[in-house]
């Protein structure tokens, strides 16, 4: 399987603590296999990185935990810093959700993006230990391209969402949807630094906060 294999990472994460996968079933026995190793190498990497912090991790810690010969990491990522990239799939593919809902037309456009505040907080949000080592392996890898290109996807597809807000009378037609596409990850990245620097408000709490601020800035009145 190449590295650049496309997987629905979303799906797999929200399903990982059950005890089945359904919607793993349309897959062939090794691309199922194929896709819970590598979620397995990404999620015992997030927790060792969440543990020591990302410089102080190998690749032989990370294959150790997961219980794979480190030849099997190589197959499924070209280096420790790509290992990230997993958790930029798995946002895209979460903001790619919030667009499809929106395309779809049965829910408004607010409690889409509602939705998406709290998803994209899912996976970081586990710990601040977590989210401050996400935060600073991104700033330190050498995958800030690839990340920045991801970044930018998703800016994309906000960027429709909001338009589409506009259309549906939702959304301040005045405003630049380029703008509140940046903005909207500026509020999430800026809601998980302050959480996990020690806020003592909940993740929870914080995330529906920054919401609602931002729905109250750009909302039609």
Known sequence: MS????IDFASLVEALGAEELPHMKGMGRR???????????????????????FPSVTVE?????ADVGKGTFFNYFAS???????????????????????????????????DLFAKVSEEPGR????????LAAFLSSSIKELLGQNMSEGRRMARRIFELGQQRGEIDPKLKT???AFHLQQSFLGTML????????????????????FWRAIAKN
């Open 31 to 53: 691309e199922r296999k194929a896709a819970l190793t590598r979620l397995k190498l990404f999620r015992c990497a997030l927790q060792l990185f969440a543990q020591r912090g």
């Open 61 to 65: 810690d990370i294959t150790e935990a």
């Open 194 to 213: 302050l959480w996990s620097l020690g806020s003592e408000q909940k993740l929870q709490t914080a995330v529906e906060a920054s919401f609602q601020h």
């Open 80 to 114: 420790k810093d790509h290992v990230l990239s997993v958790m930029a799939e798995i946002q895209l593919g979460k903001v790619r959700e919030a667009l499809q809902a929106a395309t779809d037309g049965k829910r408004s456009i607010r409690s889409v993006v509602h």
């Open 127 to 134: 710990s601040p230990e977590l989210a401050r080592a996400l």
């Open 3 to 6: 590295i650049g294999k496309q």
């Open 178 to 180: 380029e703008q509140l």
